[in-house]
């Protein structure tokens, strides 16, 4: 057998804030795909009658659907500062190493806290 090296392997494999965003950005992609559908037949529920209207408003008012609107909402914001990411480096800027750190971490927190102020503006608590 070649002693060839190995390839860079799961168990062995360090992962970095952009790898995270990059997988996250993905996975919030598809749920996002999900969601738009799930939104367009709620809206369509609504035009069918207030009776349809009223069995989506007992629903989200539950804890599962409080859980799933608030996903939701972090899946948008994630997605939308992880474009604008995307959309800085298609310009070709924030390739160095700790830029990208940097701006991955923006994103996480950055949703979080965007998603945070968008429950507490829905609320009407300020």
């Not at 604008?84 to 927190?109: A, N």
């Amino acid at each position: 057998m070649e002693n060839r090296p190995l390839s860079p392997h799961i168990q062995i494999y360090k992962w970095h804030i952009s790898s995270l965003v990059s997988i996250s950005h993905r996975i919030t992609g598809i749920i996002n795909f999900f969601a738009i559908t799930l939104i367009c037949i709620w809206f369509a529920l609504m035009l069918l009658g207030e009776s349809n209207y009223q069995i989506i408003k007992i629903f989200l008012e539950t804890f599962l659907g409080k859980f799933i609107l608030i996903g939701i909402t972090w899946s948008f914001s994630f997605q939308m500062l992880s474009e604008i990411r995307h959309l800085i480096m298609d310009l070709g800027y924030g390739f160095e190493l700790q830029t990208t750190r940097i701006t991955g971490l923006l994103v996480i927190f950055g949703s979080i806290i965007l998603t945070i102020l968008i429950y507490i503006i829905g609320r009407g608590l300020i």
